[in-house]
């Protein structure tokens, strides 16, 4: 995933309204939502209660899953929040993972994508509680239980969304540049241990295969984990420095091989979907108390 630390690339400004940029969130965002609809289409197409089809299975198993969460999690009264909890759910999780295309952004490593949904999230909160307390009811839960926490309330109300937001763009965003700073710095160091070799001539590299071959002949009667590890190494580097100092190939980083794109498994799958559920169970906790049952309304 290539990340623009200075922020989204514009590509162009729509002159309305003062100027409306377009940004590779946009973008990506647009595609996600576009891939979306088609997929709800599609998948929503020859549905059928007597025979269904194993697509039409999986993608029930996969809405009763959400169901299920939802009313554990915010009650039966609250089941018809699913397609919205659900929706969330699969935006953060697509706007994520869109980063590993290479050429496209995450779009939740935007603060203002992020901060929109949560801003979302607590327009929908107060709505409810408008809805169910009314506004002087609503207005006068910020007094509650004195009148002196009155201003803890309000910085609560404010921080909900804002921490909601950042928790969400922080790791996706966070991990973008570590993987990144990790590339160059490994990149760097490809470079000059690969030229040192290059520089003492054949003999170094060809030590250093050898001694790659005999640790990867080892591994296959001990099977060691850091045998092969070690033996890959030192015969990659031995290989890579002798194409070097022969200038047949120069400038690969060797020690970048691999490592970077460990790391951006873990940030861009593990971590990108463990923040769609962290973000969609904050959600439904937010909403359900400002939804309680009918009986405590």
């Not at 699969?90 to 496209?104: D, E, H, P, Q």
């Not at 498994?265 to 937010?286: E, K, N």
Request: hydrophobic residues 50%; contains cysteine; positive net charge.
């Amino acid at each position: 995933m290539t990340l623009n630390v200075t922020g989204p690339f514009i590509y162009f400004t729509i002159p309305i309204l003062g100027g409306i940029p377009i940004t590779q969130t946009t973008v990506s965002f647009l595609i996600v939502t576009i891939l979306l609809c088609t997929l709800c289409v599609v998948l929503g197409k020859d549905l059928s209660t007597d025979h269904p089809s194993p697509r039409q299975t999986l993608v029930e198993k996969g809405v009763m899953m959400m169901r299920d969460m939802v009313v554990s999690s915010m009650g039966p009264h609250n089941e018809h929040w699913t397609p919205f909890i659900l929706t969330i759910f699969l935006c953060s999780i697509c706007g994520s993972f869109i980063g590993m295309t290479g050429f496209l952004r995450s779009a939740t490593a935007d603060l203002s994508c992020t901060l929109v949904w949560a801003l979302m999230v607590s327009a929908v909160i107060w709505y409810n509680n408008i809805k169910n307390s009314g506004v002087k009811g609503w207005l006068k839960g910020f007094t509650e239980p004195i009148v002196v926490m009155t201003p803890m309330n309000i910085i609560s109300e404010i921080a909900q969304p804002v921490s909601m937001a950042f928790r969400h763009f922080g790791n996706l965003a966070g991990g973008g540049v570590i993987t990144s700073v990790l590339y160059m710095a490994l990149s760097l160091a490809s470079t000059a241990v690969l030229n040192l070799i290059a520089a003492s001539g054949w003999l170094v590299s060809a030590v250093l295969m050898a001694a790659g071959a005999g640790l990867l002949l080892l591994r296959r009667k001990k099977k060691k984990l850091s045998l092969l590890i070690f033996g890959c190494l030192s015969l990659g580097l031995g290989f890579f420095g002798l194409l070097q100092a022969l200038g047949v190939l120069s400038g690969v980083p060797v020690l970048a091989l691999g490592i970077p794109a460990v790391l951006s498994c873990y940030f861009d799958i593990f971590s990108g979907a463990v923040q769609a559920l962290v973000f969609s169970l904050l959600s439904m906790v937010y909403i359900s108390g400002a939804c309680p049952p009918p009986e405590e309304t």
